[in-house]
């Protein structure tokens, strides 16, 4: 049987429509690889696609998300701040108590450290550079350790005047306009703690996350607060008992016992940030077992998981693959498998063979409990 081959003719129309309909195919093609970059949905890519490291934007739209939130936060703070700190210095002139004029002072301080927090977040948004090669993002850490510093300072200075009123108990208190101011001030240091509350990392990854200058602002409103109840309660004993005007400087003292405790906690935990240690919301084991967990890893040793803010983990980790699986193919798997469970900002995994493993290497040893 013989097989005739057939030419065909294109006309110009014809071929124009052809040229089209590549052309179609190839901007589609371009659109798919443009969207499995930005790591939507990095768990579907075929035989031959391109999987670039990078693509999982999660941990960035997170951080983007949680800036945009503190930001809003820290700006309304101040707002509110920045009014009731001269209301407290106009009434705490007239009434003559120390406690409002030193709780004004307190509010300064923290009007202050709202700003430190909002130009601290503005620098850790800059770019990397070849010296900082993770940007700027423990700016915001620093500020935030600054920000309670000048609680500690603030809290010593209003123990210093406190003492001296004790010593020298030659003063006047107008406990009307005392009550007045301190009841103002309470209700605004409610409005600055609700404000500048955040709720804990739940399951549900809509929520923003939480960040570490708003943390800090949230600890200088609850000590306001502190300072404000105490002051109000201390304008109650001698609007009542205005021979126990002792109540104004002793009140002072109980404030700064609360404040100096409430600091300890986020002090602790922003030192073990800046000592790389592991984020306290998270588990050694737990991150050691989601990598085991993927098929065709032998091993894993020389795992060492920090963070540049409180949400920002930088993971990086070696391990030892079987030889019947791809190393890349299981490299891809780990990436995915850490990054669906955890807000991973960088990543870097050194892949290596089970035979080149050295059982007695002190460096591949896990760390102590």
Known sequence: MEFLERTYLVNDKATKMYAFTLDSVELQQQTLNKDQCRGEKPEELGAGAIYHCHGNSKATENRAKEQLHAKWKLSAASGICFVFMIAEVVGGHIAGSLAVVTDAAHLLTDL???LLSL????????PPSKRLTFGWHRAEILGALLSILCVWVVTGVLVYLACERLLYPDYQIQATMMIIVSGCAVAANIILSLIL???RPGHNHKEVQANASVRAAFVHALGDLFQSISVLTSALI????PDYKMADPLCT?????LVLASTITVLKDFCILLMEGVPKNLNYNRVKELILAVRGVVSVHSLHIWSLTINQLMVSVHVATAASRDSQTVRRDIADALSHSLPVHSLTIQMESAADQDPDCPSCEDPRD
Do not use: A
């Open 238 to 241: 001698i609007y009542f008992k």
């Open 119 to 126: 130009f601290s977040l503005w620098l850790s948004s800059k």
């Open 197 to 199: 509350h955040q709720r």
């Open 253 to 257: 003292f109980v404030f700064s016992i």
């Open 112 to 114: 202050t450290s709202f």
